[in-house]
T-cell receptor
């Protein structure tokens, strides 16, 4: 079974609409990393969350980690075509190996 | 540029051939990671280097895969006797220290015919 699940798998929204992407872990997270991926550009780091209840924002993107540190959400306000891409959450479960376990990603399309 | 770079960006090879994929991490980053991403999936961990040594190679699928980082900077992922199932995007990431955020390169798209 998938240890890190993302939902939805894909999302199509009209420009200007808000949207939320969720990431759920089967274990308590030591750190949760959000990345965006576009073709040919690899993964672009967005935000890292570590503390229960933590919330971070960058421009129109806000990410939160729940108090139990097993679920994170990424919220985009007033979406733009530039937000289109694949959003990936990566988990560090604090095992000391520092490898990230990634979800399968959420593919976002924003219609102009 | 100051980011992680990977070469080649694309590699097409025939089944059974040997390939080398190169990663140049961000200058000064001590930790380096290789991941593999298949179509429609998230990246999967292959190997992690701290300095010159492989600290965790538990993700390497079999003994056809090998990676080195001889001087603690550039790393090369080597795949022997390539198989069609090896086709994927190979991503490299680096971090200042192992516990810090990983920054990814653009990847090498490997296609084995």
């Amino acid at each position: 079974s998938q240890e890190l699940e993302q939902s939805p798998q894909s999302l199509i929204v009209q420009e200007g609409k808000n949207l939320t992407i969720n990431c759920t872990s089967s274990k308590t997270l030591y750190g949760l990393y959000w990345y965006k991926q576009k073709y040919g550009e690899g993964l672009i780091f967005l935000m890292m969350l570590q503390k229960g209840g933590e919330e971070k924002s960058h421009e129109k993107i806000t990410a939160k980690l729940d108090e139990k540190k097993q679920q994170s959400s990424l919220h985009i306000t007033a979406s733009q075509p530039s937000h289109a891409g694949i959003y990936l959450c990566g988990a560090d479960w604090g095992t000391g190996t520092y490898k990230y376990i990634f979800g399968t990603g959420t593919r976002l399309k924003v219609l102009a | 540029g100051a980011g992680v770079s990977q070469t080649p960006s694309n590699k097409v090879t025939e089944k059974g051939k040997y390939v080398e994929l190169r990663c140049d991490p961000i200058s000064g980053h001590t930790a380096l990671y290789w991941y593999r991403q298949s179509l429609g999936q998230g990246p999967e961990f292959l190997i992690y280097f701290q300095g010159t040594g492989a600290a965790d190679d538990s993700g390497l699928p079999n003994d056809r895969f090998f990676a080195v980082r001889p001087e603690g900077s550039v790393s090369t992922l080597k795949i022997q006797r390539t198989e069609r199932g090896d086709s994927a995007v190979y991503l490299c990431a680096s971090s200042l220290y192992a516990s810090e955020t990983q920054y990814f390169g653009p990847g090498t798209r490997l296609l084995v015919l």
